[in-house]
């Protein structure tokens, strides 16, 4: 992302060194790691169309508890949800019955 005026240029890279060191911090991915997720995504959460800008809110990191593994970036709704319904393969299939009516 190329910025002309050098002082908003900075402001921008000091952002993204802060959250750069938020996410090693606290979710243990990189922010090369965390951009390539959102770019695999299309740019948005994984279930809508919210992005980095939307309500000014960063996408959330998601993992699967059990393993670890970074999984994908959710707007803060859909963490939310997730949260909810248990996280869980068999939590979600329960909804996914009674959503069908089973
Ligand atoms: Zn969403």
Do not use: W
Not at 3 to 8: E, I, L, T, W
Not at 41 to 55: L, M
């Amino acid at each position: 992302m190329g910025h002309k005026d050098p002082q908003v240029r900075r402001a921008y890279d000091q952002r993204r060194s802060r959250a750069g060191y938020h996410l090693k911090n606290r979710y243990r991915i990189s922010l090369v790691e965390y951009d390539k997720m959102l770019d695999k995504q299309g740019g948005h959460c994984v279930f809508c169309t919210a992005t980095c800008e939307t309500n000014g809110h960063k996408l959330a990191v998601d993992h699967d508890k059990m393993t670890g593994r970074f999984r994908g970036v959710l707007c803060r709704r859909h963490n939310a949800a997730l949260g909810t319904f248990g996280d869980t393969e068999t939590s979600i299939l329960r909804v996914l019955d009674y959503v069908r009516g089973k």
